[in-house]
């Protein structure tokens, strides 16, 4: 298990290493650099303040989910392993260490593993239906010629049906396990997993208020990418981030990076080359938006340091 974790780890190094050695052949890494810092400070504090408003968002929308199947976690609870396993995630592969790390935590303090993992995982399937609509909505108010604005809105049905799907994965893990291997470990497991995801369906209530507050974060998302684009002197308009940066976003979630960099920071490059955006700029852009994020989970870092002295203070 460590031998295959370690070895992820130096994949996604050499991969990020690889892009961003590729990218340093067309950009200036010192004019990026010097671009980075010289972002203006105002829309700096209000991009910081964003991101701490997404991550109370964040929190609010998977405590919603617990309380709705009935998950004994006290907000505060709930909170801090959010907080400390979206720091720790930061080291792990990219979207789906912190997801792991935080179903893995809420397992140890409630010991109901399958609803732990359950809750997290209708808690990103929605975050994706919510980029989801956000491209959708680029796709409306940008309108793309040709056939870029086709393939958006054929990714965008693609997202859509596969989230919509995992709400029935307890009849599809059925139909494609043979009944005789269902008392099996790993069949037991998944099939646990599939019906406390299945079990979403009967809070349609909850689904829809959490799918609401997913389109807020990412609203803010979006909003603190054009900000900071303003910030370096952007002219970009505002429908044209809600068209590309759903794109951005997925890329971050993708298990191929080193805490964000790297290819995330290659594909928004290339995102905002039809607005003719310097490619210096624009990965400066990148990597504050990359720098940002991880921003935001240095209250995780807090919490985590702080864990060793309670427990001394209790014991």
């Known amino acids: 298990m460590l031998a295959r974790v ?8 050499a991969v990020t290493a690889g892009i961003l050695v590729w990218l340093s052949t067309r950009i200036d890494m010192a004019a990026a650099a010097r671009a980075v810092v010289s972002i203006s400070p105002g829309h700096l504090s209000v991009v910081l303040g964003l991101v ?3 991550r109370l ?16 976690v006290s907000a505060g609870a709930a909170a801090r392993v959010f907080l400390v396993s979206s720091f720790v ?3 792990l592969p990219a ?3 912190g997801d ?18 359950a809750s997290v995982m209708v808690d990103r399937m929605l975050g994706v239906l919510s980029l989801a609509a956000m491209g959708l909505a680029g796709l409306l108010l940008w309108s793309p010629s040709g056939l870029g604005g086709v393939r958006i809105a054929a990714g965008v049905a693609v997202l859509t049906l596969a989230c919509v799907a995992a709400f029935w994965s307890d009849r599809l893990v059925r139909a494609v396990v043979p009944a005789s291997r269902h008392e099996g470990p790993i069949a037991r497991r998944l099939l646990r997993v599939a019906d406390a995801i299945a079990a979403y369906r009967e809070h349609r209530g909850t689904l829809a208020v959490v799918m609401a507050w997913s389109i807020v974060v990412q609203i803010l998302r979006i909003s603190q990418a054009y900000l900071l684009g303003l910030g370096l002197g952007l002219a970009v308009p505002f429908a044209y981030y809600l068209l590309v940066m759903p794109i951005g976003l997925l890329m971050l ?3 191929v990076s080193v805490s964000g960099f790297g290819l995330p920071q290659g594909v928004i490059v290339w995102l905002l080359q039809p607005m003719a955006v310097p490619e210096t700029v624009a990965f400066a852009l990148s990597t504050l938006i990359v720098l940002t994020g991880l921003a935001g989970n240095f209250p995780g870092l807090w919490l985590w340091l702080g864990q060793p002295r309670e427990r001394q203070g209790a014991g």
Do not use: K
């Not at 792991?100 to 993992?117: F, K, V």
């Open 57 to 72: 968002v964040m929190i609010w929308r998977w405590i919603l989910l617990l309380r709705a199947r009935g998950v004994a």
């Open 100 to 117: 792991a790390a935080r179903a893995w935590s809420l397992a140890r303090i409630t010991t109901r593993g399958g609803e732990a993992l």
């Open 6 to 13: 370690a070895s992820s780890g130096w994949t996604r190094l």
């Open 89 to 91: 995630g930061s080291f």
């Open 52 to 54: 701490a408003l997404d």
């Open 253 to 255: 979630l993708l298990p």
């Open 95 to 97: 979207g789906i260490g």
